[in-house]
């Protein structure tokens, strides 16, 4: 199973700001609020596409690397 649209925007949000950021700066990125955009990050931390270090730092896993390039091969297709 992938991510749902909001959960992509968030993994979008996390790679453009480097791979490594905060759920403040998704929430900034992604014109949400706070809470909703620590809801997402938890989600995909627990599917494992995003590791939450215990500093409250965000980085992009592997899993999440190849969700965001298996979604651009399905845009180019479409």
């Known amino acids: 199973m992938g991510v749902s649209g909001s959960e992509l925007?968030?993994?979008?949000?996390?790679?453009?700001?480097?791979?490594?950021?905060?759920?403040q700066a998704v929430s900034?990125?992604?014109?949400i609020d706070?809470?909703?955009a620590r809801l997402l990050c938890?989600?995909?931390?627990?599917?494992?596409y995003l590791d939450l270090l215990a500093s409250g730092i965000l980085v992009l896993t592997p899993k999440?690397?190849?969700?965001?390039e298996g979604r651009k091969g399905e845009q180019r297709l479409g």
């Open 9 to 23: 925007e968030a993994l979008k949000a996390v790679k453009e700001e480097g791979g490594r950021t905060t759920i």
């Open 64 to 68: 999440g690397k190849r969700e965001l």
């Open 34 to 36: 706070t809470n909703y």
């Open 42 to 48: 938890t989600s995909l931390a627990r599917a494992d």
């Open 28 to 31: 900034r990125k992604m014109r």
